[in-house]
């Protein structure tokens, strides 16, 4: 009840004013072609901050939740249908595109949503939870960080099976038919890290943009690449059947739900893991074979992933800061007490719930979107806008970038091997550098 | 088990060696990662090598023109056959891929109270195995075949082998001294990768090499072991665990190859595919691992400790998920033993314990 009266004191009620401004934003974010969710609210926030004089500190924070809360749920829509803006994304897309090409991507997004609305409630049961365990967490895993990273590096390597189907007779021609697959997973990697070192070391992003340095090598391993697919391989989509009921039982509810959960919190707790990681080992640490379970379980990680690495910044006394959106929120924030974060919690459960209410019209708007305009174009218009926005934030120097990482993009997609090779852009120089060898690999490839 | 399974608890392992926890927090040494990397180490063997380099004695390629079941019934009995001749006999059957997402399956039986063989030509599915509308075979005396062997044979399973996407099952006859023919499903998989024998080699190698090149590092007096026998241990002990976790299945291993031939029969506790015993594993790993961590940091004096109390830590966050774990399972057990009971529901076409095991999915 103390919780209830603290929420709906009037002194508040604005924050929800915001949080609902930050969810409807959130759908104008979602429509942005094939680019992350970070830059994006960072350039938005540039332009808000512009009006940090009327607005109070929390506002902002109110219109962050809502931001992200809504961008977490709703931006599964335009990726189903016009493709993923990063890698947490492109996990989901896989067989979500399976579903698309079978008319069946509304159920796809109601049930991703489903996934969704579940981590949020989990989220907020488990909020007061953290306050008990997390502080312990972080005092056994704080000195072991880098070796955690580098052991999800190693397994993501090594959990990628061959996937050659050659019958020939000799034993070496199916051997290599086998490990093509494979080779060029480890080669998308590494030359991927390579980037992500060179990117890190000398920017060629110019200063101003500096905190954009990112951007065109997220769109060029992820975003265009897919447009890219989706222009050569998808003439028009199917007609989409929009059920009015759908199949689900509370097992497949809380399976994926504590299956997505786990694999968020990881994704949330644990620097530079995504979403498409941590779901890739919750997914083989709970044994998920079945689609519908898959699909409602993604929609769990991401939104943990999202909010909860939000979430875990204002746990009073225990700066984390984990995600894009605390790094950008962390000028703004001066004090975090328990107040903050039940606020934070009272408005992630409403702008949930907001979000969830928009996710069917959306839907629905989306499909006639596609049904109206041929889908072939959709990608070709998408990406005419994503080339000359990096450019007018980056530069040639981001432009450079952004081919040099599209050629990279295109290995997986080529050869049919795992995307999230691609995370090793991030994994590798941070799993190097918090291990304190950055400067040495550094120091080899001449870039210091 | 899955490969996640094996690779935190081949971690968890090696977490209990407090030199390699003090080897990673203060020298930032990647050594935990090692006992990971060989957990998952026999499956890689077995699934990205020896499976290439196995020799079938017959390959069954059917033609998607010219489809018969007789014919394929025929090339695996076969096999049969020459195990029944010279003691063993290997069959490799492929898939029929006639488009890039459109396959042509079918399934092959062995029916141990007639002896027979018997083979079902299927739809044409996609690589999700959906079916396509109308795509079964028309000519009844084609689509199906039931061919006769001149022995009695037997299996740890009675269902049907699904063969539609990717490559096909390998099947190995072997023929046992009581006269009757053993079906071996999987003969390359489970063997000498998941021996004993063999991470007793690995780790004797490594061994020899770090006894050289690894020198004692800080604060000797703390530690039993020595720092060059630390990382033969963990890779011992992490492909251990992984063969120990593999026992609890269906299919077993060859534990002491090449002084055993075969691979002995897996207890039978849980299935690898099954959810709640590989998350069972998982949560055990890391509750060890985080228990480990901490009671293993480094100055426990001049630090304080993440878990304060370790009874509380075990009871919330061991003992209860243990708890509702024990009901699930036993919940879904009893479920799954009442459907069994149900007449006519017998799924004959599902897959088998073993299968689940060797599916490169589930690993």
Redesign the interface.
């Known amino acids: 009840m103390a919780f209830l009266e603290h929420l709906l004191h009037p002194q508040y009620l604005d924050l929800f004013y915001f949080s609902a401004l930050g969810v409807l934003f959130s759908c104008l974010i979602s429509f942005l072609p094939a680019l992350h969710i970070y830059n994006v609210i960072g350039i938005f926030l540039l332009v808000i901050l512009k009006f940090e004089a009327t607005m109070a500190p929390m506002q902002l924070i109110s219109l962050c939740i809502g931001m992200i809360v809504g961008y977490s749920i709703l931006n599964t829509v335009p990726a189903t249908y016009f493709g993923p803006g990063d890698e947490s994304l492109s996990y989901y897309i896989l067989p979500s595109a399976?579903w698309l090409a079978k008319g069946r991507g509304y159920e796809s997004i109601i049930l991703t949503g489903v996934g969704a609305l579940g981590g949020i409630i989990m989220l907020a049961i488990m909020a007061p939870l953290f306050l008990l365990f997390l502080?312990?967490?972080?005092?056994?895993?704080s000195?072991?960080m880098?070796?955690i990273i580098?052991?999800v590096i190693?397994?993501m390597v090594?959990?990628e099976?061959?996937?050659?189907?050659s019958?020939s007779?000799s034993?070496?021609a199916?051997?290599f038919e086998?490990?093509k697959f494979?080779g060029v997973g480890l080669i998308t990697f590494f030359l991927s890290g390579l980037l992500g070192f060179i990117v890190m070391a000398k920017t060629m992003v110019p200063v101003d943009f500096a905190f954009q340095s990112i951007t065109p090598v997220f769109v060029g391993l992820f975003a265009i690449p897919w447009l890219i697919t989706n222009i050569i391989n998808i003439g028009s989509i199917p007609k989409q059947h929009e059920s009015p009921s759908m199949e689900l039982d509370w097992e497949l509810v809380v399976?994926g739900t504590f299956g997505g959960f786990l694999g968020g919190f990881f994704a949330a707790y644990v620097p530079i893991v995504t979403a498409g990681v941590g779901g890739l080992?919750a997914g083989?640490?709970?044994?998920?074979?079945d689609?519908r379970l898959f699909v409602m379980s993604y929609g769990t990680c991401k939104t943990v992933y999202y909010v909860g690495s939000f979430l875990l910044f204002f746990i009073p006394g225990l700066s984390l800061t984990r995600g894009g959106l605390a790094w950008i929120v962390t000028p703004v924030v001066t004090v975090l007490t328990m107040k903050e974060y039940v606020l934070f919690v009272g408005l992630m459960l409403f702008s949930a719930g907001l979000a969830f209410l928009m996710l069917m019209p959306f839907t629905r708007l989306c499909i006639r979107m596609v049904e109206k305009f041929p889908y072939h174009w959709v990608s070709v218009i998408a990406l005419i806008l994503v080339v000359p926005g990096v450019y007018s934030f980056t530069g040639w120097g981001g432009m450079a970038i952004m081919t040099v990482a599209t050629g990279i993009g295109l290995l997986p997609v080529m050869f049919q091997a795992r995307r999230m090779n691609l995370m090793g852009v991030l994994l590798l120089p941070v799993c190097l550098n918090m291990?304190?060898?950055g400067n040495d690999v550094l120091r080899f490839l001449g870039l210091i | 088990m899955k490969g996640f399974t094996h690779f935190i608890s081949g971690i968890a392992v090696a977490s209990f060696f407090p030199q390699a926890v003090h080897m990673a927090s203060q020298e930032q040494s990647f050594i935990l990662c090692l006992g990971g990397i060989f957990g998952i180490m026999p499956d890689t063997l077995d699934f990205k090598f020896a499976r290439y380099f196995h020799k079938s004695d017959f390959e069954i390629r059917p033609d998607p023109a010219n489809l018969d079941a007789r014919i394929i019934a025929e090339g695996v009995a076969q096999a049969i056959n020459k195990a029944i001749k010279e003691g063993r006999g290997t069959v490799q059957l492929h898939t029929m891929q006639l488009a890039s997402n459109r396959w042509r399956s079918y399934t092959l039986g062995f029916d141990s109270a007639s002896s027979e063989v018997v083979v079902e030509i299927g739809p044409e599915v996609d690589t999700g195995q959906i079916p396509f509308e109308g795509t079964e075979l028309k000519d009844p005396a084609r689509a199906s075949a039931r061919v006769k062997v001149d022995c009695e044979f037997f299996q740890q399973f009675d269902k049907k082998s699904q063969i539609a996407i990717m490559t096909g099952p390998c099947f190995e006859f072997v023929k046992r001294e009581t006269g009757k023919v053993e079906i071996v499903f999987l003969p390359w998989h489970r063997t000498w990768s998941h021996s004993f024998t063999l991470g007793l080699l690995i780790a004797l190698i490594v061994g020899l090499f770090t006894w050289f090149m690894v020198p004692e590092g800080p604060n000797p007096e703390l530690y039993s072991v020595p720092r060059w026998l630390l990382y033969p241990l963990i890779i011992l002990f992490g492909s251990m665990v992984h063969i120990i976790e593999d026992s609890t299945g269906f299919m077993g291993n060859n534990l002491f190859y090449p002084f055993t031939k075969d691979r002995t029969n897996g207890l039978g506790l849980m299935s690898a595919a099954e959810a709640i015993p590989n998350f069972l594993f998982v949560w055990t790993s890391i509750i060890a691992i985080m228990y480990n961590l901490d009671r293993f940091r480094w100055a426990p004096e001049a630090t304080p400790p993440g878990i304060e109390n370790p009874v509380t830590f075990f009871t919330w966050f061991y003992l209860l998920p243990l708890a509702v774990m024990a009901y699930f399972f036993f919940k879904g057990k009893k479920e799954k033993a009442a459907k069994k009971e149900a007449p006519g529901k017998v799924d004959f076409d599902a897959q088998t314990s073993v299968e689940r095991e060797t599916d490169a999915s589930v690993i």
């Open positions: 399976d502080p312990g967490l972080k005092t056994i895993t000195p072991h880098f070796w580098g052991a190693s397994y090594l959990s099976w061959p996937k050659g189907i019958q007779d034993c070496w199916n051997f086998g490990w494979l399976r080992m083989h640490a709970t044994a998920q074979r689609g291990a304190g060898y």
